[in-house]
């Protein structure tokens, strides 16, 4: 049988897993580069291993399929393990691989020499350095297996120069041998779980469904909908749950928690019963677990029984994946033939959602300047269709997006990042890669797009176009209002920013640039860049004293959305 080296077999076996794309900064070991290309795989050369990691996690949440990224041995490696943070903090599969010194070099101070599975340890659910060329096929097989199975993670591999230099047989994987997207298997729910939960349901005088990322990755919208619509229970989604269900629906309450629309949590907080799927009830989805309140009856059904009680006693716990799981609480539903007995319930939830909306609208129409957030979320909302997608930073970007940009069809058309500052420009690099037939928008501030803004030249470079639209208020207006209303207006210098026009910087970049400064120019703004072609930045001049829908001042600032 013929040889090939261990870059040949590592690149066979990426595309025998239907990868297309690495996001990656050039470096060792360098025989993979060659290997790589020679199997067709687009090689996205980023400027920062860390925002590779966010381009392939990115990738990652648009495609169903793990994203890809590489940095070579040392600092590098830490910068992508810092990366690779972000989709483990989301449960996204991101394949990250590292090259690491020939062994017989470990453990004498080679240069840039670090312990690169000690990096990745925290930040990885299958974390290995692969040693021999005869191993590569099998090791990249249980990565993407692991990688998308159970509550999907990062893994990663570290190869060292011997692995890839040597030779081993020309052989391929069989079909049985490879998984290629997620959910890599779908888990079916105990009965017995399923009827105690149904139950509970029927009798619940208050109910709302909380649905969270699990729930979007299990693609289980369609049998929320279902169950919401036939027992009439309202429903909320985490920030990162948005597309569970189509917020323009009746039963439709918004975002829950820190992040959130106020009625949203008003409502969660009065139900007699919460059904929590595909969520990890952590403090952004909970407010630090006061919404819903400590002691209201729970119903859990999540993939990953790590999280099932974690925060929450449950009344009735459901280990199994998000859609088998509902599919299994609508058939029990059908037997004992269950009709709505909450009418009344959801009347009054449409109410107060009703106020809200009309309370929101008054303020997202502000002809204010500068420009008030939410008049740039409304005139974005105007503009792009239903199937574009919006990738949207952490802070108070997320809380903007997530109150106020309302999802019109269920599915993945919103990703946000889970803590990670700055992900969000890099991310639509990769989110525009994995779906480049579908429009893009960036959703950052100044102090985020501070992070990756020479990212901007990796997408025009690589011709991947997308918009980012940046909140620019000179300021990290959150940790601004944090000073101001929490602690009496002290430490400002640790939130302020010069004046830097970062359209002038786009273009300087080769991208489209242009800044905005009144709210009428927005979406003539938006249609410019989104018909020229490249890669765009507009920079958007906003209030500094608005006041994102967020809980974090309560009762010591003006009441937020």
């Known amino acids: 049988m013929a040889k090939i080296t261990g870059a040949q077999a590592l690149a066979a076996a990426l595309r025998a897993h239907d ?124 990565a993407f297996r692991i990688a998308v199975s159970g509550n999907p993670r990062p893994v990663h591999l570290d190869f060292i120069d011997e692995a890839v230099v040597g030779e081993t047989e020309s052989r391929v994987l069989g079909e049985s041998d490879l998984y290629q997207t997620y959910p890599g298997s779908r888990t079916r729910p105990d009965e017995a779980a399923v009827q105690s939960a149904c139950a509970r349901l029927q009798q619940a005088e208050r109910p709302i469904i909380v649905a969270g990322h699990g729930a979007v990755m299990s693609q289980a919208w369609d049998e929320i909908l279902e169950l919401a619509e036939q027992l009439s229970i309202p429903v909320a989604t985490t920030l990162s749950g948005k597309g569970s269900i189509a917020e323009t629906h009746p039963l439709a309450l918004g975002v829950v928690g820190q992040y959130s629309r106020n009625c949203t949590n008003q409502i969660v907080s009065e139900a007699d019963l919460v059904f929590f799927i595909g969520c990890k009830t952590g403090g952004l989805a909970t407010n630090n677990q006061q919404v819903p309140a400590k002691g209201t009856p729970i119903i859990h059904l999540d993939i990953d029984t790590h999280e099932i009680g974690r925060n929450y006693p449950t009344e009735a716990a459901i280990v199994g994946d998000a859609k088998l799981g509902l599919q299994a609480c609508l058939t029990e539903l059908r037997k004992i033939n269950s009709v709505p007995s909450n009418g009344d319930w959801a009347e009054y939830v449409q109410q107060v959602v009703g106020d809200w909306r009309r309370e929101a609208d008054s303020i997202m129409r502000s002809d204010q300047s500068p420009i008030h957030p939410a008049r740039v979320i409304r005139e974005s909302r105007a503009y792009l269709d239903d199937e574009d997608i919006v990738v949207t930073d952490t802070g108070y970007m997320g809380a903007w997006v997530g109150a106020l940009f309302e999802t019109r069809i269920p599915g993945r058309t919103i990703i946000r990042a889970a803590g990670s500052l700055g992900w969000g420009l890099p991310a639509a690099i990769g989110a525009k890669s994995a779906a480049p037939d579908r429009r893009v928008l960036a959703v950052s501030g100044d102090g985020g797009v501070g992070y990756h803004l020479m990212e901007m030249e990796t997408a025009v470079r690589c011709e991947v176009p997308f918009v980012a639209v940046i909140f620019n208020n000179r300021a990290l207006a959150f940790e601004y209002h944090v000073q101001k209303y929490l602690y009496g207006g002290k430490a400002e210098s640790t939130n302020r920013f010069s004046d830097v026009d970062y359209a002038q910087v786009a273009q300087d970049l080769g991208a489209f640039g242009r800044r905005v400064e009144q709210p009428e120019e927005i979406r003539g703004a938006l249609d410019d860049a989104f018909q020229s072609g490249k890669p765009a930045l507009l920079d958007v001049i906003v209030d500094k004293e608005a006041i994102a829908p967020v809980t974090s001042y309560t009762g010591l600032a003006p009441k937020p959305l």
């Open 19 to 142: 990868v297309t794309h690495i996001f990656f900064v050039t470096g060792s070991p360098a025989g993979l580069w060659p290997a790589f290309e020679a199997a067709g795989i687009e090689l996205i050369l980023a400027r920062s291993e860390m925002a590779a990691a966010y381009m392939a996690d990115g990738y990652a949440r648009l495609s169903g399929k793990p994203g890809v990224c590489f940095g070579q041995p040392g600092p590098a490696a830490a910068n992508l393990a810092a990366g690779v943070a972000e989709p483990y903090m989301a449960s996204s599969p991101v394949i990250a691989i590292t090259g690491s010194r020939d062994s017989r070099l470990h453990h004498t101070n080679a240069y840039q020499e670090l312990d690169q599975l000690g990096l990745f340890q925290s930040v990885s659910k299958y974390n290995v350095q692969v040693r021999h060329t005869a191993r590569i096929r099998e090791t990249v097989r249980n």
